[in-house]
């Protein structure tokens, strides 16, 4: 199993433009979910899903979009990049009767 | 809503010295508790978890943890310092959330460095 995947693993953005934060897991698992992190704030849940086609917002949602049409993919979409979104993005998934989450390795993002 | 606080943003022990790192939380319903250590540049990896059997949970690389609920608290500790422990570590509380599903609430964090 490879995981948790996360594609890029850094981008660098100009303010107003657009990109998909890809992720991906093969462990069949019902639950993921997208963090941001940032220095001195841990993580913070922007935006997960229970199921295909179920997705909900987190603690700081504003800015993003999220869909699930698969058990497997679970992009993030930035629409028009702010440099307040400048961080670090981890995905992670959990099957429905664990406790555990399993996270990606981050996705590095810096806009200018 | 559930919260976590982790007192201490950095801890600097010797190797060989206890290591100690203190997270308190709060919950309105029974809690599931987890420390989680991240190596520098890396993703999250889970040391150990509390789910409300017993509260002396042990973990991997010599971790363990004690579920105090009367104290609110999870403190993570080790009896020996390795310099390979050093890394930045998250306590997290999981519980039900306002729409009923179980959501992730992390602590700030508190990077531990070792000395030799």
């Known amino acids: 199993n490879a995981g948790v995947t996360q594609t890029p693993k850094f981008q660098v953005l100009k303010t107003g433009q657009s990109m998909t934060l890809q992720c991906a897991q093969d462990?069949?698992?019902?639950?993921m979910s997208w963090y941001r992190q940032d220095p001195g704030m841990g993580l913070r849940l922007i935006h997960y899903s229970v199921g295909a086609g179920i997705t909900d917002q987190g603690e700081v949602p504003n800015g993003y979009n999220v869909s699930r049409s698969t058990t497997e993919d679970f992009p993030l979409r930035l629409l028009s990049a702010a440099p307040s979104q400048t961080s670090v993005y981890f995905c992670?998934?959990?099957?429905?009767?664990?406790?555990?989450?399993?996270f990606g390795p981050g996705t590095r993002l810096t806009v200018t | 809503a559930q919260s976590v606080t982790q007192l201490g943003s950095h801890v600097s022990v010797s190797e060989g010295a206890l290591v100690l790192l203190r997270c308190n939380y709060s919950?309105?319903?029974?809690?599931?508790l987890f420390w989680y250590v991240q190596y520098p540049n890396q993703g999250l990896q889970l040391l150990l978890k509390?789910?409300?059997?017993?509260?002396l949970v042990k973990g991997i690389n010599g971790f363990e943890a004690e579920f105090k609920k009367s104290e609110t608290s999870f403190h993570l500790t080790k009896p020996s310092a390795h310099m390979s422990d050093a890394a930045e570590y998250f306590c997290?509380?999981?519980?039900?959330?306002?729409?009923?599903?179980?959501?992730?609430?992390f602590g700030s964090g508190t990077r531990l460095q070792v000395q030799p």
């Open positions: 992670a998934s959990r099957g429905g009767t664990s406790y555990e989450q399993y």
């Open positions: 919950s309105s319903v029974p809690p599931y």
């Open positions: 462990m069949n698992h019902e639950y």
């Open positions: 509390y789910t409300s059997a017993a509260t």
């Open positions: 997290a509380v999981s519980s039900w959330g306002d729409t009923g599903r179980r959501a992730l609430t």
